[in-house]
């Protein structure tokens, strides 16, 4: 199985002429439960992002990074299953703090995975397919929905969640970032299936299923 590949400060879309403080006047610093669009982020995932960014306040995410706005480029790129990975949202933590980033990916597959992944990831029984390591996951999953017209109704998708810039690989707690990775790739995954209309949520537990498969 292929498993798909994944910047300044101050990309996550805020914008506009800076104020006296040389912040752009649109900046806004707000809680994990209101990036990429207030609806893609559970109360779940954010304590979870604060494991892995060691934060609790983010930089509001731009405009274009909801989960609406991913679920309708999806569905307008099909049926092409050669469309790379798109960003369907990017973090940040705040100006003035220690700099962090991650990224919110989605990608289209052309069929469910197969083949063994990497020893770094753990194999967890969301969707199709899901795969932990400790500075990122990906979110197999299947949709039947009538918003996909392109491709039968029917596509295999990869929501992807990775930490950006050059982390070092962690010495502990390993456990706890795959599991945070997890969840956050299962909140973003789940949000995508339900504006998508997927059949079922696309297979998609409520809440993430942490225990290897």
């Known amino acids: 199985m292929a498993v798909v590949g994944l910047l300044a400060l101050g990309a996550a879309g805020c914008g506009g002429d800076g104020d006296k403080d040389g912040l752009p006047e649109d900046y806004k610093v707000v809680a994990g439960t ?11 995932a954010a304590e979870a992002l604060k494991v892995i ?53 989605w990608e289209l597959a052309d069929d469910a995975p197969t083949g063994t992944p990497s020893p770094k990831f753990t194999v967890l029984k969301m969707g199709e397919k899901t795969l932990a390591a400790a500075d990122k996951a990906y979110v197999f999953f299947a949709c039947r929905s009538a918003k996909l017209v392109g491709s039968g109704g029917e596509a295999h998708m990869v929501i992807g969640v990775e930490r950006g810039g050059m982390p070092r690989d962690p010495q502990d707690n390993v456990k706890g970032l795959k599991d945070a990775y997890a ?7 789940l949000a995508m299936a339900k504006e998508l209309r997927c059949e079922k949520n696309g297979g998609l537990p409520v809440k993430p299923v942490l225990d290897p498969a």
């Open 34 to 44: 209101q990036l990429c669009g207030g609806d893609a982020i559970s109360v779940d």
């Open 53 to 105: 960014a060691g934060a609790s306040r983010f930089e509001a995410s731009s405009k274009e990074y909801t989960v609406a706005n991913a679920a309708s480029d999806l569905a307008s790129a099909m049926p092409g299953v050669t469309v790379g990975r798109e960003n369907a949202c990017r973090v940040f933590t705040p100006i003035g703090t220690p700099h962090f980033e991650f990224d919110i990916t």
């Open 183 to 189: 969840t956050v790739a299962h909140s973003f995954s």
